[in-house]
């Protein structure tokens, strides 16, 4: 027994009289009766109670397990919260108008008191079992992917049919008699996690994106109170996937249907912990409560059709989609760096009445995360979510990016107390933190980076771990995890705990992980800094770099683990390959430098055109004097391996006498440019090069280099592709209307001193090669296989296959990667066989360039 959580009769007590308190708001009623005959507690509020079932519904459960009492309290606090609040609080006023809230606060009453009074880690209800063991899960007890298992004691006994049990017929007789539940919340703990519904597929559904969305609103709500972090997980596909619980009932009659896995034990610390958890969850249920009404089954606004990105530079993107358009239509859409994130008001990045959106001053070679929905400014109503577009901007032009994985042989945990840490490495998971049992633990990660090359400057780099569970973090708010890289000198065994523990590390990178930031379900990544990025170039020894995660090193008192569990990616207990760790690189090169002189200079005013003399000035007329250059751009290696990073232009100045006001800029002009007065004055001018200089600072500074802005960058590599003579020309100005026979000469004659075009440029294919060819699709032993053949290209370094349920992918990033190597087929393992589904091969070479998606429709038969 632990004061302060309610007894379920003295929660009984506090719904009758808010019912008599606020009989219009409010009501507590029975929908059945429990082994021990307690009557289950069903509570609705609602702005006004008679109509309350023929709004859009929250539906609530709580505590179906009996010792993860969070469900009951916060729904006492919920109800509490919501009542004294509604007469005042217009939003909450709105939320209730448009949508009701019902409630089973404790699913196990009879389990729940058991819990609090015998055996406080009791989880099942009270049934006697025909072998005289007692207790059903409830949790496993509903329809959907149903166990049938004669193991009566077990903690996850489903009992011996669906729907067997009095409480999980109580809650499904509620649910088909209320079609107008639309979002079922079910509150469990541990884990500070969201586990939404899946359909046993292990697919992205159509409604994933709104599952996910609704999730990281409502986590985005929790952060806000508490800095607490929310993981959203749909758990392992497909075989251990939950069997018969709750949620996917309601999933299957169309509710959209989460778990939610409360703090980071089952029965916490009142006053220190549960104090904050209900204080976090009640703004996450009232955002749950506004969504309700967007997903009713009558919701006129419907999902936008074919959300497209059709186009992808590295800077933009632009967005297409269709809708049958009126003038109360807008459409709102969401951007996000990361992974199922939330979309409010602070990622909102247009509302518009167009079909079309194109986002613009985006970073390169940056995954970025775009959603959408319709809403009706009249009625505010909103539709669903259309799935989610995942694309990566391309990478700029001096830019080359690597993804390197973990190796298995170099990648493990090691722990203080076990003696068979060897076989730690390349299976499993990566245990780090403390615990009674391990004691201290480490992981240990290497990376191959030998297609790295040795000249290359890392501009940014980050190193992901995937947290596959973060159950056995029990301590709140407790420890931190860090990454350090190792120095490979002070290395010595990596499987051998003490080795581990002295080596050295150069630093540690990004920030700190905290213990409620462990996000399960949603990558980590450490960003590094710059200095940090030299460093990780420094620490490479034989093509490697090794990482060292730690997390905290000793427990509170009385608390026997925190102890984090990060997905390896090898092995059978992971989520497989593509889950590996993982180093993002993007990085340039050293670049060449190559000076071009002009092969022509000339001097051209209205009397004459003089050769190798560089003047420009007002002759005694007040006419323009121009110089012009000429360069061949012939020497630097072939336009499709070369990329030209930067450029500029030298002029030296002899002796200046001049002080009047003039001023000269260069301008970068088409090659054809006739060498005569009359042409040059109609000249075109593609761009002026750099800012003018006056002849005060041509005194001051005899050279002046004339700096290439990103547009004439780009047209000069244009012009190295037909490898082509380029042109500029010296201009004169004044403010002062007539000047007359004032000008600057600049050195010609002296190597050193004469005009220079000053080019560096980095080797790097700009084309991708050749897409595949031959590509099919089969079935194999009940999987789809996807097979095709690679270009014979020297340059080919592997094929890149996604999926994409929804659509034609237009980028690599634009679905569920399922291979990229030199292999020529992949099989898709979960992929079901009984939905429609696109799959895209792209090849990609060192840069990488990925060529253009072969596609291939997979219909089932
Ligand atoms: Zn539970």
Redesign the pocket.
Known sequence: MKRLYRSYEASTNIFKELQAKYPNYFKIESIGNTWENREINLITISKNIKTANSRPALFYTGTI?AR?WIGHELAIEFAIYVLKNLETDPTLQTYLNESTVYMVPCANPDGYEYSRKHFSFWRKNRRQNVDGTYGVDL?RNFPIGFVKSTTAASNVYGGPEPFSEPETQALRDFVLSHPNITIALDY?SQGNVFFPAHDFRHEDTIDTTDMNTLCANMAEEIRKISGREYGIHQGKPPAKLISGSGREFYYSNGIISTVVEVGTRNISDYMEDMNENIREHIPALIHALKEADNYAKDNIMKRVNSFNATEIGSKHVNLKWDYKLNENIYFEIFRSTKDKQFCNSSNLISKTQSLEFNDINLASNRDYYYNIRAVNKKTNQKSPFYPQIKIRTLIEYDEYSRTYFANAKGTGYVAENLNNNPNHFGVNSLFVGVDDNKGISYAVISINVKSLPANALIKLASINLYPINRVSTTIEKYGEWNIGLVNQETMGDITNFDDVNNMEIIRYVGRPTESHQLTQGIWRNWILSGLECNDLKKSIKNDTIVLRVEGPKELTIGRTKQMMQWDIGYGSFGFGLAYRPRLELTYTIEPTTTTLYAKSIKTISKAEVIDDVITAGFDENGNKIYSTFQFNLASLPPYNDTMITKAYFELNSTKIYIKDDIRFHLEFVDENIDKNFNDITNREVIQNIGYDVSATELKNNQTQYFMFDSFSEIILNEKLKSKSDISFVLKPTSSVKILKNKSVSWEVSNNYLSPKLILEHIPKRRFPVEKVSNAKLSLENGKIKVSWTNPKNPDFVGAKVIRNPFRKPLSAQDGQKLYAGIDEYTLDDFGATDINKYYAIFTYDDVPNYSQAVILEYIPK
């Open positions: 397990h993860e949790n469990h």
